[in-house]
């Protein structure tokens, strides 16, 4: 006779080190639910590395997130004891950018991440992050991004119609259409350094960027 299966006991969700982060999602889901897993499981709100396979995936904290006074903190553990880092939420008006800085525990500057308004209308802002000691990563839509034979590979790989469709909608700087989130190529020397899915998912490919300034776009939005 055959009974109810039991459910697979899964092992406790364990923080991993944030400083080698590649892909990461900031939320408070640790098991979604899936093919396997009829029950979604949560924990607090953190900057989470998605692990396993998608049948059993977990989301591992690697940065918790807090806030002191209006600005967000991140901490090393749930407890937030170990200061990561500080980021300006509401950042500052240089120039007509909007100036968010990054600090270490110590006070020390670790980045700024600079939302640089379009120069016409109807196209949308761009990015910048500034890390010392290294070239300036220009965050633009992907349709923006690189030179015209990447350009047109693009074309290729994802249909002329829809191509043509970002083209016009989108423009050198880093516009969107109105039926998903943009994409934007984060690029520093023609260097791809990141790439995000609005601030929702964010993939790291350079070692030299340090991972705070990428949680910190994350957590401040591309709005």
């Not at 969107?176 to 934007?184: A, E, I, N």
């Amino acid at each position: 006779m055959f009974g109810k299966k039991e459910p697979v006991e899964e092992a406790p969700v364990l923080p991993v080190a944030w400083e080698r982060v590649r892909d990461f999602v900031v939320g408070n889901t640790e098991r979604p639910v899936t093919t396997k897993r009829k029950k979604a499981s949560f924990g607090p709100l953190a900057v989470r590395v998605p692990k396993n396979g998608k049948d059993y995936r977990v989301f591992a904290p690697c940065a918790y997130v807090g806030h002191v006074e209006e600005d967000y903190a991140l901490y090393a553990e749930a407890g937030c004891l170990t200061l990561l880092c500080l980021i300006d939420r509401g950042g500052r008006e240089v120039d007509g950018e909007r100036h968010h800085d990054v600090h270490d525990g110590q006070g020390g500057l670790i980045g700024t991440l600079r939302r640089v308004p379009p120069r016409t209308r109807p196209f949308k802002h761009t990015w910048r992050i500034d890390q010392p000691g290294h070239p300036t990563v220009v965050g633009r839509n992907e349709w923006a991004s690189g030179d015209a034979k990447a350009f047109t590979y693009r074309m290729v790989d994802k249909g002329i119609s829809e191509a043509l469709n970002a083209v016009t909608s989108l423009g050198a700087e880093g516009g969107d259409t109105r039926t998903k989130p943009r994409t934007l190529e984060w690029r520093a020397d023609d260097k791809v350094v990141m790439v995000s899915e609005s601030s929702k998912k964010v993939t790291v490919k350079a070692d030299w960027l340090d991972r705070r300034l990428a949680f910190a776009f994350a957590l401040i939005g591309d709005r």
